[in-house]
């Protein structure tokens, strides 16, 4: 009976120390993104590469020659982005980002990388309006 | 059985390919999600047989719960390899990458390791003490213990996305509150769910049943019918 206690108490102790090495692994990729409050609060961030992430706020998309220049905001806090190459082809206003570059001291960000964030919701494509009388 | 997963799968084909719309925001593309989240959902499915055989097996002492516990393993391996594929290419298409160092991705990829580590951990002690996998208690009584504890990640995947801030997107259908998708997307998802939760049925029984025959022709009494140490 004490061999068993034994084994069990090993089993925990080994289960125990997987749990924490799998978290503490785990921890850099469980904060994926940070949002644009988390940003201006951090001082320290400036200059690393850090992903930020938010939803593109309508009416701020335009093209600046390579550039694509955007707002992401969460939370009541913005930040502009500056991002150098094409974003994917489903990045429209209003959807969610994650961009991957670093902060400047003029407060924009300026990135590299853009990856979309969708939602879980699942509509139908609205088709466009077919002109009944288009003859 | 294996006929109505075959009429299921030939549904959730047409109600998937054609007769569900494309979504507003990822065209076609979403209809990878109807063999994306069956994949995922039977993988989670297979290693709760796992969970359930091996707890079956270190209460009762009976091999063919092992015998269980290894084919659901490997299904649920298969599976969550092909979630991960699927996954891929839709984020590929939609995300615009094919991999990220999210929460969800990086805990379904421990899952993969953990049930190929569980069926590696099974051949080696077959081959170390020159047993045949799932006809000995020298390999099924610690596979049944890792086979238990593996289970554990399998919360963590599923509620990752509601726990971290996750790139990926949160559950649709099993979310408190569900969020809309469209009947039709629905019902084709469902269909894919349905048929794929059978197949994978057949597929076990199928596999058990082979184990067994293999085992079979030389078995050794010994070894088939000593207690599993409970007690």
């Known amino acids: 009976m004490r061999h068993r206690a034994g084994r069990v108490a090993l089993v925990a102790v080994l289960l125990a120390a997987a749990g924490l090495l799998v978290t503490s692994a785990l921890r850099d990729t469980v904060t994926y993104y940070r949002t644009p409050g988390e940003l201006f609060d951090d001082p320290g961030v400036a200059g690393h590469r850090v992903r930020l992430g938010g939803d593109v706020v309508p009416g701020s998309l335009r093209h600046e020659g390579d550039l694509v220049v955007f707002r992401l905001a969460e939370a009541g806090h913005e930040i502009t982005v500056e991002q150098r190459g094409a974003p994917p082809e489903t990045f429209r206003e209003g959807t969610g980002a994650v961009v991957e570059g670093t902060l400047s001291s003029d407060g924009v960000f300026r990135s590299d990388h853009v990856v979309v964030r969708h939602g879980n919701e699942y509509r139908p494509s609205s088709s466009p309006v077919v002109p009944v009388d288009a003859g | ?231």
């Open chain 2, 1 to 231: 059985m294996a006929w109505a997963a075959g009429g299921l799968a030939a549904a959730a084909t047409v109600a998937g390919g054609w007769l569900a719309p494309p979504d507003e925001l990822q065209g076609d593309a979403q209809r990878l999600m109807y063999l994306h989240v069956p994949a995922a959902w039977v993988a989670y499915a297979a290693f709760a047989v796992v969970l359930a055989a091996s707890g079956a097996y270190l209460i009762g002492g009976d091999l063919r719960w092992d015998r269980f516990a290894r084919a659901a393993a490997e299904l649920g391996v298969a599976l969550t390899a092909a979630a991960i594929g699927t996954g891929s290419v839709w984020g590929h298409l939609v995300w615009g990458t094919w991999w990220a160092w999210d929460p969800r991705l990086v805990s379904t990829a421990l899952l993969l390791f953990a049930y190929a580590g569980y069926l590696a951990l099974r051949r080696t002690l077959a081959e170390r003490w020159a047993a045949r996998d799932g006809g000995d208690h020298r390999v099924a009584r610690p596979a049944a213990v890792v086979g238990v504890a593996g289970f554990l990640l399998v919360p963590v995947v599923h509620f990752s996305v509601l726990w971290w801030r996750s790139l990926h997107q949160q559950a649709t259908v099993l979310a408190p509150h569900r969020p809309p998708i469209d009947p039709r997307m629905a019902t084709a998802l469902l269909l894919a769910v349905a048929a794929a939760t059978l197949a994978a049925f057949c597929l076990l029984l199928h596999r058990v049943v082979r184990l067994e025959r293999r085992l079979a022709p030389a078995p050794s009494p010994a070894a088939e019918r000593a207690p599993a140490g409970v007690g």
